[in-house]
T-cell receptor, first 113, second 116 residues
Framework: DADVTQTPRNRITKTGKRIMLECSQTKGHDRMYWYRQDPGLGLRLIYYSFDVKDINKGEISDGYSVSRQAQAKFSLSLESAIPNQTALYFC????????????FGPGTRLTVT | AQSVAQPEDQVNVAEGNPLTVKCTYSVSGNPYLFWYVQYPNRGLQFLLKYITGDNLVKGSYGFEAEFNKSQTSFHLKKPSALVSDSALYFCAVRDISRGSQGNLIFGKGTKLSVKP
């Protein structure tokens, strides 16, 4: 979905390096999410934010941190990358409320060597 | 705990035949159910959702899903498969348990392969 963009699209980094993945959206949604996808495991929630002042840990937040710089921007950081953080990372947005679907960015493929 | 299961890792269908991708769920109240599709090297795209009302939900690209409360299922269907339907399909349920924030819980995905 072009309304949700992620940079970079691909990244190779070394163990111990700090890396930031960025997400921007033009949908005007308050809620933003970071997921990681691993083969056979589906999508797992890392962090989510319901507005600029609200940050919440998801299922697998250890080793990650986030920053909500504005309504439209939500960044994910790996403070010290390790090989088992090699995965496909997705940002998503949604409107508030239980009935609304989420809209996903194109993903960032991260490889930690 | 809320959960969703996709019992098949892969489904193989011949082009023109009907397809079904299975999903079962476990929730403590009324379920909010979603289907997403992921094409190669792309993000997830929303297909359809069940919130309330008619048990047969129609969505994008000719897909539909049938909500069955007694069987706790929400199977994705299409009457006539296309090669271009080949993709990874995810079922998701909204976690509305006490203390949750209403986030989506995703199944592990089912790879659909449609052969000419």
């Amino acid at each position: 979905d072009a309304d949700v963009t992620q940079t970079p699209r691909n990244r190779i980094t070394k163990t111990g390096k700090r890396i930031m993945l960025e997400c921007s959206q033009t949908k005007g949604h308050d809620r933003m999410y970071w997921y990681r996808q691993d083969p056979g495991l589906g999508l797992r929630l890392i962090y989510y934010s319901f507005d600029v002042k609200d940050i919440n840990k998801g299922e697998i937040s250890d080793g990650y941190s986030v920053s909500r710089q504005a309504q439209a921007k939500f960044s994910l950081s790996l403070e010290s990358a390790i090989p088992n953080q090699t995965a496909l990372y997705f940002c998503a947005t949604s409107e508030a409320g239980y009935t609304y679907e989420q809209y996903f960015g194109p993903g960032t493929r991260l490889t930690v060597t | 705990a809320q959960s969703v299961a996709q019992p098949e890792d892969q489904v193989n269908v011949a082009e023109g035949n009907p397809l079904t991708v299975k999903c079962t769920y476990s929730v403590s109240g009324n379920p909010y159910l979603f289907w997403y599709v992921q094409y190669p090297n792309r993000g997830l795209q929303f297909l359809l959702k069940y919130i309330t009302g008619d048990n047969l939900v129609k969505g994008s690209y000719g897909f539909e899903a049938e909500f069955n409360k007694s069987q706790t299922s929400f199977h994705l269907k299409k009457p006539s498969a296309l090669v271009s339907d080949s993709a990874l399909y995810f079922c998701a349920v909204r976690d509305i348990s006490r203390g949750s924030q209403g986030n989506l819980i995703f199944g592990k995905g089912t790879k659909l392969s449609v052969k000419p």
